[in-house]
């Protein structure tokens, strides 16, 4: 279904603007609209944390609750059961190792 939904989102850009340049300008309004289109499933902290991801895909969940803190404190372990709730749902996974990983951003198409 996600993958699906991001296919749909490229044919419309490509329809609109011609090819698809994989920027990070590209990437944050691909993921403000995927956060738009799937606004009842999403926490207001996950689509932070989405956005985040966005501009840092190496971020770690220490890193994330200090980012998000600024504005609202938030631990780390809640950070860690919001970024396992986006793994379950099929929006991000973890590849790679504590140190050395990456979070993927699972709705956007292949980079």
Known sequence: MVENMAIDKIIRYNDSYGAVDFTKDFTKDFIKDFIKENEAELTERQKEILILLADDRTLTSQK??????????????????DLFDLQKKGIISREGGRKNGYWQLLFLPME
């Open 64 to 81: 994330i609750s200090q980012k998000i803190s600024q504005k609202k404190p938030v631990s780390s372990r809640t950070i860690k059961t």
